[in-house]
Structures are given as C-alpha cells and as structure tokens.
C-alpha cells in the first residue's frame, strides 16, 4: 500500500459504520460504509417461482405475433425443408439459456414438434465484435445437451464471405448482415432486456445490430456523432440514434419472432416476452424502466458501484462507470469493484488496451478530438474508452478509484484512474475474495479520508445493482 494512502485511512473510525454486501462477480464482499451510507437500489419486483411454465406460457400467447407453429405453417414450405437461425447472446449476458428453466431447450422443442429438424437449426452467437466463445463458454450458456446436438456458430463481423448486403439505412449506412440468419427461413432473436448505455435497452433489435452486423456498420454506430449525442443513454428511446438505426437494421432484416427475458436486482427471471420484435420488447421496456430507474433528489461526494455479471473486463465495466455519474457530484469520486474474470482477456482487447492507455495519456478531451479528425482510421473498440472517457469528464483522474485484482499492476499503467492494487497491504497476491475485500474496504476510507483532510464529511451513496441501476437525478 501507498504510504501516503496509509496514513490517511488509519485516520478513520469505523465503528459506527455498518456492512453492506457487494456483488462480485458470482461471489459478494461485505465491506462497512458511513452510517449515512444512502443505498441506491433498484424496486423490488416478484420473480417467477415456475419459470418453465412462463416460459411455455409466453411460447403459446405471443405478444402481437402469431405462435411460432402457426409461422410456421404460413411459410409456405415443408417445416422438414425450412431452415432456422436463432441469434443468442454470448457468455457476457447472463441470459437463462440453459436447463430446464431456461429459454432454449423449450424454444428448440417447439421447433421441432413442428417438423423442423435438427440440423436445420444454426444457432449464431450475436458477438458484435466481441472475440468467439470458447467451448466452455458455450457449455456454460447454452447447456451440454445443446451444444452436443446442434450447430452453434459465432458471428464474424470481418467475414465479407460471410455477411450479404441489406442495403443502406436513413442515416446513410449500408449495412452488411450474417447471411446464415439473414437467409434462414425462420428468424429468431433472443436475449436479455435491461437498460443499455448506448440503445437505451439491450434485446429485440439490437440482436441483430450490433450483433450480426459487419465491421463497419458497428463501428458507424459505435462512432463519435452516435456516442456524444444526449439521448445515447440508459432507458431513452425516443430520439435515441443508437435504437432507431438498430431498429431499422433489424426490421429490414426481418426477425420473425423474439424471446426475451427480464431479471430482477439478484438476476432471477422475472418475465419472459415472445412474439413481435418491436411490441415484445416495448413491453419488457416498460416493465425494466419501472424498476430499474432510481430516483434521486441529489448528487453524492463518493459513489461505490460494481461491475456486475457483464465486467467480465475492463471493457465492459465502463457500462458501471457511465451508470454512476447521475449519482455523482462533479469532480466527486467514484469507486469501482472490478471483478475482471476473463482468463483471456481481462483488460480487453489489443486494440482496446492501447485505446484505453491513449485515452490515459491524452484526457477524454485530446482523445475525442483524435477520434474525429478527418485522418483517423476507425479502429475497433474505440467506442469503449471514448465512453471512459464521459466518467473522467465529471470526476478526472483521480476521482476514479478502479479496484480489480486480475489486472496486474504492469497493466494498470495503462488505464485511467487510481490503482485499486495500491490499497492492498503487501505484493500483490493471487485473486481472492478475502483480498478484494481488503482493497475496496481501504478504497473506501482513502475517498472519505481524502474528503475529511479538506474539513468536509462526504455525502456516500453505494449503488447496489451497478451496471444494471439507472440513478437519475428528478431535477433533470
């Protein structure tokens, strides 16, 4: 630990403070905070007790959709000659897939009592650009039984051999689509509705772009005039040019039927929505927006968050970053509990690791300006640190604590933010809870300490659901 931030945090008292516990990947940390500590959470909503039942429910009574069998039977060829795409989410998405209780395995029944055979079925891997699953990976979300007995595919967006025109969009982008779903004869999208930093909402549409899009067609919409616009945030549809280009990729493509879920603050299924792309994913918005939106009356000094299922990287855990700012004063702090669990890749990839560190080294105003000079090459991942790039608007560098224990301390130079690694006693160690626990814990006092030393007592805030929480401030 740093001498300096050692001398600080042996200044605070913490008897009065009470323990909360925060998510950590699969595990929770229990780390004490003020008294005054005001949790940010998302409304409780009631979780399905018989999810195979809701799930066949939503299967027979689709929302302004004809059930599948009778999709089928209207397509006018033999089910037994009909080829069908279903686009899911990879491991990033803590979508049910699997088991029993999960959307899959009914879904792939219906087909198939149908007359749909199994190796008509291509199941694609909606990647974007993320890199392919790995065996295991797909195991894990999909189940053994699936991936034993089906064509499970991940999507290239840098394939041309692979993609097939779709024509250009309103705003002027001609789109390129994974031909395996675009000519299938049965289109299915899946995933999981929650609120989105880009689209507003993830699913429905945005299975398709930016999920089985080309490279250029995410990187328009990945781009500066997309990203800076206001309504490019969680929970707003309406003008939001993200969701309207998604939407209209989609509908060109023409995605026959959608299964999508909502999950509560502990990720349990909620509901299941099938049927139309557009109305089925309306209605899982409406219900999101209603517990999922926090309202509060003010801005706090410090602000915990955590990365939640989808901070599998540093990449991904800029969605907690961008969720917490509402919440946070400016030039306020914001504390991250980063489990980054990818044994590959848990900063992110090459492209991003060097993005991210020109981000460190030139502030999110020198990086935005590089991104929109006429002479700048579109490269992959930009997006992510430009997001980063919002957070070190409002708190800068110091005011970002990132606490993660993959990341080793030779790459944290390259990140933007204070070192979490530097609030643990010791080298560091191999990743445990116990440690983790340590280093959020004396993140933690070092903020309030920090507060303290200028005479003032920091309001503190810990947004339990990170990423997955919309705080917004009722003035605004």
């Given at each position: 630990?740093?001498t300096s931030?050692?001398?600080?945090?042996k200044?605070?008292?913490?008897?009065?403070w009470?323990?909360i516990s925060v998510?950590?990947?699969?595990?929770s940390?229990?780390?004490l905070?003020?008294p005054?500590c005001?949790e940010?959470?998302m409304?409780?909503?009631?979780?399905?007790?018989?999810?195979?039942?809701?799930?066949?429910s939503?299967?027979?009574y689709?929302?302004?959709?004809?059930?599948?069998e009778?999709?089928?039977?209207?397509k006018?060829?033999?089910?037994?000659?009909m080829t069908v795409?279903i686009?899911?989410?990879?491991?990033?998405r803590?979508?049910?897939?699997?088991?029993?209780?999960?959307?899959?395995?009914?879904l792939?029944?219906?087909?198939?009592?149908s007359g749909?055979?199994k190796?008509?079925i291509?199941?694609i891997?909606?990647?974007?650009?993320?890199?392919?699953?790995t065996?295991e990976?797909?195991?894990?979300?999909y189940?053994k039984?699936?991936?034993?007995?089906?064509?499970?595919l991940?999507?290239?967006c840098?394939?041309?051999?692979?993609?097939?025109?779709?024509?250009?969009?309103?705003?002027g982008t001609h789109?390129?689509?994974?031909?395996?779903?675009?000519f299938?004869?049965?289109?299915?999208a899946?995933?999981l509705?929650e609120s989105h930093?880009?689209?507003?909402?993830?699913g429905?549409?945005?299975?398709?772009?930016?999920g089985?899009?080309?490279?250029?067609?995410?990187?328009k919409?990945?781009?500066?005039?997309y990203l800076?616009d206001?309504r490019t945030?969680?929970?707003?549809?309406?003008g939001?040019?993200?969701?309207?280009?998604?939407?209209e990729v989609?509908q060109?493509?023409g995605v026959?039927?959608?299964v999508?879920?909502?999950?509560?603050k502990?990720?349990?299924?909620v509901?299941?929505?099938?049927?139309d792309?557009?109305?089925a994913n309306?209605?899982a918005?409406?219900l999101i927006?209603?517990?999922?939106?926090?309202?509060i009356e003010?801005?706090?000094?410090i602000?915990?968050?955590?990365?939640?299922?989808?901070?599998?990287?540093?990449?991904q855990?800029?969605?907690?970053?961008?969720?917490?700012?509402p919440?946070?004063k400016?030039?306020g702090?914001i504390?991250?509990?980063?489990?980054?669990?990818?044994?590959?890749e848990?900063?992110?990839?090459?492209?991003?690791?060097?993005?991210?560190?020109?981000?460190?080294?030139?502030?999110?105003?020198?990086?935005?300006n590089i991104?929109?000079?006429?002479t700048w090459k579109f490269?992959?991942?930009?997006?992510?640190?430009?997001?980063?790039g919002?957070?070190?608007r409002k708190?800068?560098?110091?005011?970002?604590?990132?606490c993660?224990?993959?990341?080793?301390r030779k790459?944290?130079c390259?990140?933007?933010?204070?070192c979490g690694?530097?609030?643990?006693?010791?080298?560091?160690?191999?990743p445990?809870l116990e440690?983790a626990?340590e280093?959020i814990?004396?993140?933690i006092l070092?903020?309030?300490a920090?507060?303290?030393?200028?005479e003032?007592?920091p309001?503190f805030?810990?947004?339990r659901?990170?990423?997955?929480?919309?705080?917004?401030?009722?003035n605004?």
């Amino acid at each position: 630990m740093r001498t300096s931030f050692n001398a600080l945090i042996k200044k605070i008292e913490t008897k009065d403070w009470k323990p909360i516990s925060v998510e950590f990947g699969r595990d929770s940390l229990e780390v004490l905070v003020p008294p005054g500590c005001m949790e940010l959470t998302m409304k409780d909503v009631p979780y399905l007790s018989n999810p195979q039942e809701a799930i066949e429910s939503a299967l027979s009574y689709p929302i302004s959709s004809p059930p599948l069998e009778e999709i089928i039977r209207k397509k006018g060829k033999r089910p037994e000659e009909m080829t069908v795409a279903i686009a899911v989410s990879d491991i990033t998405r803590p979508v049910p897939y699997k088991g029993e209780n999960g959307i899959l395995l009914p879904l792939l029944r219906r087909l198939e009592s149908s007359g749909i055979r199994k190796d008509k079925i291509k199941i694609i891997v909606a990647t974007g650009m993320h890199r392919a699953s790995t065996e295991e990976e797909k195991i894990e979300m999909y189940g053994k039984e699936v991936v034993e007995q089906y064509t499970i595919l991940d999507h290239d967006c840098e394939r041309k051999d692979l993609l097939e025109s779709i024509g250009t969009t309103r705003r002027g982008t001609h789109v390129y689509v994974n031909r395996d779903f675009f000519f299938a004869d049965l289109k299915i999208a899946t995933g999981l509705v929650e609120s989105h930093f880009f689209t507003g909402i993830s699913g429905g549409r945005k299975s398709i772009c930016p999920g089985l899009v080309d490279v250029k067609t995410i990187q328009k919409f990945h781009g500066p005039v997309y990203l800076e616009d206001p309504r490019t945030t969680n929970l707003v549809l309406e003008g939001n040019p993200c969701h309207e280009e998604a939407l209209e990729v989609a509908q060109t493509v023409g995605v026959d039927f959608i299964v999508n879920v909502n999950l509560d603050k502990d990720l349990r299924l909620v509901r299941v929505f099938a049927g139309d792309m557009m109305e089925a994913n309306l209605k899982a918005f409406e219900l999101i927006k209603g517990y999922a939106e926090i309202p509060i009356e003010e801005e706090f000094d410090i602000v915990l968050t955590h990365s939640g299922y989808v901070g599998r990287d540093h990449y991904q855990t800029a969605k907690a970053g961008v969720g917490a700012l509402p919440a946070v004063k400016q030039g306020g702090t914001i504390i991250i509990a980063a489990n980054n669990r990818d044994l590959i890749e848990p900063i992110g990839s090459p492209e991003y690791r060097s993005l991210i560190h020109l981000l460190k080294l030139q502030g999110p105003d020198g990086y935005l300006n590089i991104l929109q000079t006429p002479t700048w090459k579109f490269t992959k991942d930009q997006w992510e640190p430009e997001v980063w790039g919002k957070v070190l608007r409002k708190v800068g560098e110091e005011g970002l604590i990132y606490c993660s224990l993959e990341i080793e301390r030779k790459n944290y130079c390259l990140l933007p933010g204070v070192c979490g690694l530097d609030f643990l006693k010791g080298k560091r160690v191999k990743p445990s809870l116990e440690k983790a626990q340590e280093m959020i814990q004396n993140a933690i006092l070092f903020a309030i300490a920090r507060y303290r030393e200028k005479e003032i007592e920091p309001t503190f805030a810990f947004i339990r659901e990170g990423p997955y929480a919309v705080p917004i401030l009722k003035n605004r």
